[in-house]
């Protein structure tokens, strides 16, 4: 592979993301929303209960019907620590893996639709690359930058959960083993799978605004997996994230060895 070149469309697609309003913007409201805002509100939730008269008791019954799993991890804990712990921990993961793939699946969105939009696409076509490099180099640019905000974004979530609960918790009870394999094993899979995706539907549209109608659709079994743990439904354990992981890592793998076989640069002009 000519990785020399590669590493230039990387570059340059980074450098022209850094630069996109379009993108940047929804990337930091995500990161101050989620990252920031609401550590901050579940941790303090029981002591704002608490301050205006009511009881953190009302919402022992939704913990209830929760799974034996979760109320097994949730037991030793005080009603208010519980609430938190099953908040932060449990309830905001399956939103938390909507942020890789939400930042995958739009920066990907702009590989090639964002080049026809800029008219770049025909200098970029005629790179020293083949189509298959040329298509690596593209899902490339948006898996590492979607692992570097997930990454990131990760490190803020911990320091905000600890420091938004300290005074219910007493101790660093964040992150856990949980977490950990959802970082270190789910998220790059995931950001793979969104990443290698829209770059196929990125090649296809007209422009960025046609492909990221696309990527809101990506998000869609995050959204039923967020709601199935909130009805108790299923509880997301460590087992069931390494099972999880390894199938979005052979359907990525998949979906990588077709796109790049398929792919062909000059269906891209005709567009």
Known sequence: MKARAMLAIVRKDLKVVIQNKNIVIPIIIIIAVFFIGLPWLAGLAP?????????????????TKMPAGMLQELAGY???????????????LPLFLMIPLMT????????FAGEKERKTLEALLYTPTTDREL???????????????ALGGFLIYAINVNAAAWSLMQRIFFP???????VIWVVPALSGLGVS???????????????????GLVVLPIVALFYAQMAGAIFINTSILLLMGLI???????????GSRSFRRNRLLAG
């Open 248 to 258: 979005v890592w052979l359907m990525t793998g998949m979906l990588i060895w077709l």
């Open 135 to 149: 298509f690596i180099a593209k899902m490339l640019s948006g898996w590492l930058a979607a692992i570097a905000i």
């Open 197 to 215: 995706l829209m770059v196929v539907v990125s090649a296809r549209a007209q422009g960025f605004q046609d492909a990221n109608q696309t990527a």
């Open 47 to 63: 002591t704002i209960i608490h301050g205006l008269g009511g009881q953190v008791t009302s919402l022992e019954g939704l913990l």
């Open 104 to 111: 995958a699946s739009m920066l990907a969105a702009d590989s």
């Open 176 to 182: 856990n083993a949980l977490w950990l394999v959802l």
């Open 78 to 92: 005080t009603i208010s620590q519980k609430v938190i712990v099953f908040v932060l921990e449990y309830m905001l």
